[in-house]
C-alpha cells in the first residue's frame, strides 16, 4: 500500500537529516582543530518501483540515503606563530609521520622535538624528510628528522683563498724573516685553525720580486703560537711566488714550503695551502683571481675553511622545509628538509583520526618530494594552518537539517492520519 512505503520513505528522510546533523556537528567541534578539513554530507535517492505503462512506466521513489561523506580539501588559514618548528603547508600536500598503524598524512605542522632529538608530532609520531650527507647536502634519502649532535668536531685549516690587489708601482724589495715589517710592500691577517680547533694568527707578507713581474709571499705567525718559537718573534710556516703578465693578471702560482707547526698540542706539519684564484696557467682568465694593477694594495676578501669544536646555538627552518642549524663558531649545516606526500585523489584518503590520514586504493599511493616541487605546496615556517571550517556555512547546513527533518515528520505524521482515515471506514 501506498501509504505504508510513505511511512518508510519519511524515516528515510528522519535518517538522512539525523547524519547530515552528525557530519555539520562533527565540523562545528572541530573548528578549533589545527589542520583539520571538513566534511560533506552528499546523498542519494533510493531504488524506486516501476509503473509499467504504454510509454515505458513512471517511477515511484523509496527515499534517500546517505552515500558519500567527502573530506573537503580547500586551504585553511594560516597562522604565524612564534615556534620555530611549527610548519605550514600553502598548497597540495601532507606531511608524513611514521604512525603506529604504518605511514601517517597530516596537515597538522604543530611540530617538536623529543628527547631523543626527533622531530615528531603532538602523539609522539616521528617526522620524515630528506635527509642529509656527510657534507650537509640534502639527498634523495628519507628518513625521520633528528638534531643528531649538538656539538661538531674542529676543522683545521687546509686552504685560504684569498682575493686581493698587489700594487704594481710599488718598489723591488729583498725579504728578511728577521724583520718581516720593514722589508716587505704589503701584509694581511687572518685567523685559521690547527688540528685541534685553537684559533692561530697567520700573517702573509708579500714583496715585489727582482724582476718586477712577480711577487713573493711568506706566510708566518708569532712565536708564541709556533713549536719552539720565540713569542714577539714571527716563525716562517710556508712561502711561494705569485707571477703576473703585463697586463697585472694572475699568469701563474709557484708554491714553495708550506709546513705549519704549532705548538700547545697541535700535530706537527699541518699543511696550509693558499689559493690566490684561478690563474691563467690554470685554465682561468684571470677576471676571478689576484691581480697587479697600477692601485693601492688590498684584500677585497679573504676565507679560510677551518673552525673550532662549536655547540648548538639555534636551528630553523627556510621556506624550503630545510632545518638549518647555526653554531656558536658561526658555522651552518643542514640536519634534513622536510617532505611533502601528494596523492592523485585526496578525497580518497581514510581519516584515521589524530589529524592523520592514510592511503587508500581510492586515493592512489604517496608520491614523495621537496616542498614546492611538482604541485605540491610551499612549507612556512613559523607558521600553523587552522581548520578550514567555515561556522557561517555551517550555521545555514545546520537549519537545513533542521527543517528537512522537521519536513519528514511532517510526512510521518500526515501518512498516519491518512491511515487512520482507512481504518475509521469500518466504523
Not at 685549516?157 to 729583498?174: A, F, G, I, Q, Y
Not at 638549518?324 to 584515521?352: C, I, M, P, S
Amino acid at each position: 500500500m501506498s501509504i505504508l512505503s510513505s511511512f518508510n520513505i519519511g524515516v528515510t528522510g528522519l535518517n538522512a537529516a539525523g547524519q547530515a546533523m552528525s557530519v555539520v556537528g562533527d565540523n562545528i567541534a572541530n573548528a578549533g582543530t589545527t589542520g583539520f578539513k571538513s566534511s560533506r554530507a552528499e546523498f542519494q535517492d533510493m531504488l524506486s518501483a516501476s509503473l509499467k505503462g504504454i510509454d515505458g512506466g513512471d517511477q515511484i521513489g523509496s527515499g534517500t540515503k546517505l552515500a558519500h561523506i567527502t573530506a573537503q580539501f580547500n586551504q585553511g588559514t594560516v597562522a604565524r606563530t612564534q615556534n620555530i618548528t611549527d610548519l605550514a603547508i600553502n598548497g597540495n600536500g601532507f606531511f608524513e609521520v611514521d604512525a603506529p598503524q604504518g605511514k601517517g598524512y597530516t596537515r597538522d605542522g604543530a611540530f617538536h622535538f623529543d628527547k631523543e632529538g626527533f622531530m615528531v608530532n603532538g602523539d609522539g609520531y616521528k617526522v620524515n624528510g630528506f635527509q642529509p650527507d656527510e657534507k650537509g647536502g640534502i639527498t634523495t634519502k628519507s628518513g625521520p628528522i633528528k638534531l643528531g649532535n649538538t656539538t661538531i668536531p674542529a676543522t683545521p685549516s687546509s686552504e685560504v683563498t684569498l682575493s686581493m690587489n698587489l700594487d704594481s708601482r710599488e718598489p723591488v724589495m729583498k725579504f728578511d724573516p728577521a724583520n718581516p715589517e720593514k722589508t716587505s710592500n704589503f701584509n694581511s691577517s687572518m685567523t685559521v685553525y690547527d688540528n685541534v680547533g685553537t684559533a692561530r694568527l697567520m700573517t702573509v707578507y708579500y714583496n715585489k720580486a727582482a724582476d718586477g713581474a712577480s711577487w713573493e709571499y711568506h706566510a708566518m705567525v708569532d712565536g708564541a703560537d709556533a713549536a719552539g718559537g720565540v713569542p714577539g718573534k714571527m716563525v716562517e710556516m710556508a712561502n711561494g711566488q705569485l707571477k703576473f703578465n703585463q697586463k697585472g693578471v694572475l699568469e701563474e702560482e709557484i708554491p714553495g714550503a708550506n709546513s705549519f707547526n704549532f705548538n700547545k698540542g697541535a700535530a706537527a706539519g699541518q699543511k696550509i695551502s693558499l689559493n690566490f684564484g684561478k690563474s691563467l696557467k690554470e685554465g682561468g682568465t684571470g677576471l676571478d683571481a689576484s691581480t697587479q694593477f697600477g692601485s693601492k694594495s688590498s684584500i677585497a676578501r679573504h676565507t679560510q675553511d677551518g673552525s673550532s669544536a662549536a655547540t648548538l646555538s639555534s636551528m630553523s627552518f627556510n621556506d624550503q622545509g630545510i632545518l638549518t642549524a647555526v653554531y656558536d663558531n658561526g658555522q651552518q649545516r643542514d640536519l634534513g628538509q622536510v617532505l611533502v606526500a601528494k596523492f592523485e585523489n585526496n578525497e580518497g584518503l581514510f581519516k584515521t583520526g589524530k589529524n592523520l590520514f592514510k592511503q587508500t586504493l581510492k586515493s592512489g599511493q604517496a608520491a614523495l618530494g621537496k616542498p614546492g616541487a611538482d604541485g605540491r605546496g610551499e612549507v612556512l615556517a613559523k607558521s600553523i594552518e587552522q581548520s578550514n571550517v567555515d561556522i557561517a556555512n555551517e550555521f545555514i547546513g545546520l537549519m537545513a537539517a533542521q527543517r528537512n527533518f522537521q519536513a519528514n515528520t511532517r510526512t510521518i505524521t500526515t501518512s498516519d492520519q491518512m491511515l487512520q482515515e482507512v481504518l475509521n471506514i469500518k466504523r
